[in-house]
């Protein structure tokens, strides 16, 4: 029987924990991280509130300077030329490839591949473009590109940990992590990979979340306890986060091979595109709509068998509205239960989809439903959003994630068959 690809490791850094322990507790208990924050330091600005990642401070211009937490076993001479997220991301890497069984020999045959999400780093861009700029434009920093440009989590990654598969970037903002996970299960499925191992991280400073104000997206709401509130009728913007996360997605015959155990099978994928408009979604979500049927036809399943919904849900009016006409539209009178994780974590953007696919892992592991955070009063009475976490075991979990120009992307997991 040919089985889906199993999932083999997870890695985190972020804002509710940087180890599966640590975030399968703040999840079953709904403990979020969200904290007080002020971005640029002495300026009173209307963002006040962010997931600031505990232990890290990458915030020097100097990365010599940078400090991790000690359990994290990094060499400086491979952190130094990357830009802030790649630290997050080689911890998260470090975690996974250990809980997979994976060392430096299985990478140098060409059987395991490496695809990475990140929006680059907007702040070591700045600074490198203020030095440039200041030299006359005669004097560029040799890591000024491969530390700042989108691409550069598989630069780093794919070179450290020797990489001799397929190795790529990718970019459409908030669907970014889901995007190199759906790709990489069609690279297993396809025989190209044995194995892929999916990174994605973001920075969390003011370049990165600053410019957000633009549009209006970020919450002004200076109440660390109700600041990120998915689907609350008085949600006004999401918190933003960095981190980093790591997913080891393997043949599910080469896992057994070697003795691994499998976390969880995935089990389809779907995308489409709203077709809309650059950063607004469609009011009726009808990309994302899209995606979760084609992710349903895929996996060949039918919509009352998905026991759990984990929605983009990133607490922005009439982002957090349109998903919920969708998931209505291709549920209806099935109503799993429905939650956004990011009243916990923020939104991590290109990070978030792949952050809450391995969340989705550790809520079918552990058998519970999570609750949704800091709901009090919905505006969206087609969903089925429990308060409190459930313990209830699942077969099937969905992943949901969306980004700017109508991009979705969903994923499809079940229980582990070994």
Same mark, same amino acid.
């Given at each position: ?6 999932? @083999? ?10 180890? *599966? ?7 079953? &208990?709904? *403990? ?14 209307p963002t006040k509130v962010a997931g600031i990642l505990c232990g890290f401070d990458v915030s020097d211009a100097n990365p010599a300077a940078w400090i991790w937490p000690a359990e994290f076993d990094l060499d400086p001479a491979v952190v130094q030329p990357m ?28 059987? @395991? ?8 780093? /907007? ?9 440039? &700029? ?30 001799? %598969? ?10 970014? %992590?889901? =995007? ?48 990120? *509130? ?28 070697? %003795?691994? *155990? ?20 469609? /009011?009726? %979500? ?27 849900? @990133? ?16 549920f209806g009178k099935w109503r799993p239960p429905v939650s956004s994780t990011k009243a916990l974590t923020g939104h991590a953007l290109s990070m978030s989809g792949l952050l809450e696919a391995a969340l989705c892992v550790l809520a079918l592991e552990g058998g ?9 009063? @919905?505006?969206? /009475? ?5 308060? =409190? ?5 699942? &077969?099937?979990?969905m992943n949901n994630s969306s980004g700017f120009g109508g991009s979705n992307v969903v994923h499809l997991f079940s229980k582990s068959q070994s």
């Open positions: 029987m040919n089985l889906a690809p199993v999932i @083999t490791g997870l890695g985190f850094v972020s804002r509710i924990g940087h180890s *599966r322990a640590e975030v399968m507790r703040a999840l079953r &208990e709904l *403990r979020h991280g969200i904290a007080p924050w002020q971005a640029v330091p002495g300026v009173d600005l830009p802030p997220s790649g630290v997050y991301a080689l911890a998260a890497v470090r975690q996974a490839l250990a809980e997979a069984g994976l060392a430096g020999a299985d990478f140098s045959d060409g059987s @395991t591949g490496l695809y990475c999400a990140s929006g680059g780093s /907007p702040r070591f861009q700045f600074q490198h473009f203020k030095k440039l &700029e200041a030299s006359g434009w005669r004097r560029a920093h040799p890591h000024a590109v491969v530390s700042s440009v989108a691409g550069a989590l598989n630069f780093h990654l794919g070179a450290a940990l020797g990489i001799r %598969g397929a190795c790529c970037g990718f970019s459409s903002a908030c669907a970014s %992590g889901s =995007h190199a996970l759906g790709f990489a299960l069609d690279e297993i499925r396809l025989g190209r990979q044995q194995r892929m191992i999916v990174v994605a991280a973001e920075d969390l400073n003011a370049e990165s979340a600053l410019p957000f104000t633009g549009m209006g997206a970020l919450s002004e709401n200076p109440d660390p306890d109700s600041a990120s *509130r998915p689907f609350d009728r008085e949600r006004d913007g999401f918190v933003p986060t960095g981190g980093g996360v790591a997913i080891v997605l393997e043949n599910a015959a080469s896992a057994a091979s070697r %003795g691994i *155990r499998a976390q969880a099978a995935m089990a389809g994928w779907g995308q489409a595109c709203d077709g809309h408009h650059i950063a607004m979604p469609h /009011p009726e %979500g009808r990309g994302i709509a899209d995606a979760m049927r084609l992710a349903l036809l895929d996996a060949k399943l039918a919509p009352e068998l998905v026991g759990y919904i984990n929605a983009h849900g @990133t607490s922005t009016p009439q982002g957090d509205r349109a998903e919920a006409v969708a998931i209505d539209s291709v519970f439903i999570p609750g949704q955070a800091h709901l009090a009063e @919905t505006d969206c /009475p087609e969903l089925n959003l429990p308060r =409190h976490t459930a313990d209830h075991p699942i &077969e099937i979990a």
